[in-house]
């Protein structure tokens, strides 16, 4: 049961209606009789909660009119702390990702979900899942003799073609015959790593860097070399210089220059030309993640790594699991110098892609629709991060920082006094609540004090409900009461919209 006063619980019902846009700029709050009979409050009461509202600035009072929505003012967090990129980075080290990741996944488990901080894709509903339907169906109807023929070695000849025309976009020069389709982005790494590196070889990675990467690297028994990661700007390039002095066995960097994840920034176009120049010059293999780079605000994709690329030393993967269909584990790659290698290393791996998909998807993506989507896509994605981060910066506690990205689906935020995100991972496991710990995007476990929150989902009173239960965690653990102590009920447990003591829902 909520501990406070009926007038406060009232007031919070309008504050979310406000924060999630249901009552916009401009509009009128319903009226105070309408406040009494909805809610079956007394006049005092009703007035209460809307001078509650009008006291943090949500609301104005306009003379025989009643109140009306401000336009709020967005909370802003400080940005994440820069690293030092002045001392040579931390000798490259076994990740230990598995047993981490295992953890992981046998904590979450042990405990239902209510709500997932931690998922890595969008809502369902934002793909275009009728559009790829129908583009199926026609496809199977044109050519139902690709179910009994080969398949081709590298993907088939169409997608390709719609794969090559898309990418000069992103400054991306390739030919059809460049490209070879696999089975999602971690494939495409995973091919890379195994054309540029044996077992026992030093790979350089952003700090931090995505988990998935480092179980690779474990996987294919090579090493992690971290170097430090800007919250702004991505990977240092001075940082990784001084790398390549200290350790000159490093035979490959892989980079998230467009929407890191998980920190969602961007490199700029200076330090990107960098980083190629600097990696030609040393004759060390670049491998480019392009995972999120189209889910940029303003739906135009920043460019690619690859751009700058004169030689063929950049492995250009990407993937559509994140933009057009995460259940088709639909991704590419350009191989450069090391293409023929990666040809024969995805044979020998998996053998080619069924063909249907990839000719369903092509003709989607070679229409105006797809253009639609990823603007819709990314208009939403903006919405809901938004949303998330203005959340986060009204219930979390003084100290937090948090990144504000131009894109993608995630947020990074910095726990203030050094607190334990993975303390808050445990607590919130036990509110049903279930994020991201920032531990899991270092092999040596170095960002305990962040997290990674997901905001792929439409923000609802449910997730702004859990964002105050997680807040809760923190104050908790800084005055050693335990999680199960939080004030906040239990997610899930009262039917969306509804408030206690309220008799109605929203």
């Given at each position: 049961m909520d501990p406070r006063p009926l007038y406060q619980r009232i007031a919070e019902h309008y504050r979310r209606a406000i924060h999630q846009g249901v009552l916009a700029a401009g509009s009128r709050l319903p009226s105070v009789r309408s406040l009494m009979r909805w809610h079956g409050i007394s006049l005092s009461t009703a007035l209460q909660a809307c001078r509650e509202l009008e006291s943090e600035g949500l609301v104005q009072a306009k003379a025989r009119s009643g109140y009306?929505?401000?336009?709020?003012?967005?909370?802003r967090l400080p940005s994440v702390r820069e690293p030092d990129t002045s001392r040579?980075?931390?000798?490259?080290?076994?990740?230990?990702?598995?047993?981490?990741?295992?953890?992981?996944?046998?904590?979450s488990e042990r405990y239902p979900c209510s709500v997932d901080f931690a998922g890595g894709?969008?809502?369902?509903?934002?793909?275009?899942?009728?559009?790829?339907?129908?583009?199926?169906?026609?496809?199977?109807?044109?050519?139902?003799q690709v179910l009994v023929q080969p398949v081709p070695r590298q993907g088939h000849p169409f997608f390709r073609a719609v794969l090559a025309r898309r990418a000069l976009a992103q400054g991306v020069n390739a030919s059809a015959d460049d490209i070879i389709v696999t089975h999602g982005c971690v494939e495409a790494l995973n091919l890379a790593l195994r054309a540029v590196a044996m077992p026992g070889d030093t790979i350089a990675v952003e700090s931090p860097a995505y988990y998935g990467l480092l179980q690779i690297l474990e996987s294919l028994g090579m090493r992690a070399l971290e170097i430090p990661t800007s919250p702004q700007s991505g990977i240092s390039v001075d940082a990784l210089d001084l790398a390549f002095q200290a350790y000159p066995c490093i035979k490959a960097v892989v980079v998230v220059p467009n929407r890191h994840n998980p920190l969602g920034c961007v490199m700029p176009d200076s330090e990107k030309a960098r980083l190629?120049?600097?990696?030609?010059?040393?004759?060390?293999?670049?491998?480019?993640?392009?995972?999120?780079?189209?889910?940029?605000?303003?739906?135009?994709?920043?460019?690619?790594?690859?751009?700058?690329?004169?030689?063929?030393?950049?492995?250009?993967?990407?993937?559509?699991h994140?933009?057009?269909?995460?259940?088709?584990?639909?991704?590419?790659?350009?191989?450069?110098?090391?293409h023929a290698r990666v040809t024969m290393l995805k044979y020998v791996q998996s053998r080619p892609n069924e063909p249907l998909a990839q000719l369903a998807v092509a003709e989607f993506m070679e229409s105006s629709a797809y253009d639609r989507h990823?603007?819709?896509?990314?208009?939403?994605?903006?919405?809901?991060?938004?949303?998330?981060?203005?959340?986060?910066?009204?219930?979390?506690?003084?100290?937090?920082?948090?990144?504000?990205?131009?894109?993608?689906?995630?947020?990074?935020?910095?726990?203030?006094?050094?607190?334990s995100a993975q303390d808050m991972f445990e607590l919130g496991l036990k509110e049903?609540?279930?994020?991201?710990?920032?531990?899991?995007?270092?092999?040596?476990?170095?960002?305990?004090h962040c997290v990674r929150i997901s905001c792929g989902e439409p923000f609802t009173a449910k997730l702004e409900h859990a964002v105050r239960t997680l807040a809760a965690t923190i104050s908790n653990e800084r005055d050693g009461r335990p999680g199960s102590a939080v004030a906040a009920q239990r997610v899930g447990s009262r039917p969306q919209g509804q408030m206690a003591g309220s008799g109605s829902r929203a």
């Open positions: 009306f929505v401000l336009r709020p003012e967005r909370l040579t980075p931390e000798h490259a080290s076994d990740t230990g990702m598995h047993d981490r990741v295992s953890a992981f996944v046998t904590q894709v969008a809502a369902s509903h934002l793909y275009p899942v009728d559009l790829l339907r129908r583009s199926m169906a026609r496809a199977l109807r044109s050519h139902a190629v120049a600097l990696c030609e010059r040393q004759g060390v293999a670049v491998i480019e993640d392009d995972t999120y780079g189209l889910l940029a605000d303003n739906a135009v994709a920043p460019a690619a790594l690859k751009a700058w690329d004169a030689t063929g030393n950049v492995i250009f993967c990407a993937s559509l994140k933009t057009v269909a995460p259940g088709m584990r639909l991704g590419w790659m350009i191989g450069g110098r090391w990823l603007a819709r896509l990314c208009h939403h994605l903006k919405r809901q991060r938004e949303q998330m981060a203005q959340a986060i910066a009204v219930h979390f506690p003084s100290g937090t920082r948090m990144n504000m990205p131009g894109g993608g689906m995630f947020l990074w935020i910095e726990l203030p006094d050094g607190r049903g609540i279930r994020i991201i710990p920032g531990s899991m995007f270092s092999g040596t476990g170095r960002f305990d």
